[in-house]
Structures are given as C-alpha cells and as structure tokens.
C-alpha cells in the first residue's frame, strides 16, 4: 500500500503524506508497511485528524498540519467507517467510530461496537 496523501484545498498541492497500517507479524522495524483499508478520515476544527479505514484494527489520531500520528487505539475490530465527532452534555468533545466485521487476531468473530473516545 502506497502512502496517503493530504492536499492543501487552497492549492491543490499535496500537504503531506503519511503510511497507514503496520503488518503485525512483520519484525518491528518492518512493520510500518501500510495496509488495506475502506472509509475516510473526519478532520476536526481543533486540528485534529481521526481515521480507522486499516484493516489492522487501529484508530489513530494524527496532526493536521504535519500527519505525524498523535495518538493510536488497538480495537477488537476493524473500524472501516467514518468517524464522527460531537459534544456531549457535559460540555467536552467525543469522536466515534463503528467496529465491526474481521476481527483482529485473538478477538472474538462477529462482533461490532459504537467505540467513544473523549478528547482531553
């Protein structure tokens, strides 16, 4: 799998590029190899950028500006879905994703969830 790219709306130029996925069965210097994926990332005001789409069960969050992965969630399942963001009653902002379909090794089949994560 090839990098993802991220353009500047304003001019058309690729902003930054960055690999998603790791290959776990790889050695860890080799593991960073991108991997197959479905659905796309939701960027937040705050900068931020949150895809799942790997099919490595993770969900990262990266930079909006640089790409450089800020942070990084092991799920149960794949997460090829669309994030969603919003702010709850208690003021603070959450992200979602739905998980679903393979699942990652060791989890259990055929299982899906609602994952929430509340941003600091």
């Known amino acids: 799998m090839g990098p993802s790219d991220t353009v500047n709306a304003n001019t058309?130029?690729?902003a930054w590029q960055v690999t998603?996925?790791?290959?776990?069965?790889l050695p860890e210097a080799k593991r960073r190899t991108g991997r197959p994926g479905l659905a796309g990332p939701i960027v937040t005001a705050g900068g931020l950028v949150f895809i799942?789409?790997?099919d490595d069960a993770?969900?990262?969050a990266l930079d909006a500006r640089s790409g450089k992965e800020l942070w990084e969630a092991r799920l149960e399942h794949t997460a090829h879905a669309?994030?969603?963001t919003y702010q709850g009653k208690d003021g603070k902002q959450y992200v979602a994703v739905m998980a679903a379909g393979a699942p990652a090794?060791?989890?259990a089949a055929?299982?899906?969830a609602l994952l929430v994560?509340?941003?600091p």
């Open 20 to 25: 998603l996925g790791v290959t776990d069965e």
């Open 82 to 84: 669309v994030p969603i």
């Open 117 to 119: 994560f509340a941003l």
């Open 52 to 54: 799942g789409a790997t």
């Open 12 to 14: 058309g130029e690729i």
């Open 58 to 60: 993770r969900f990262r």
């Open 105 to 107: 090794p060791g989890a």
């Open 110 to 112: 055929g299982h899906q």
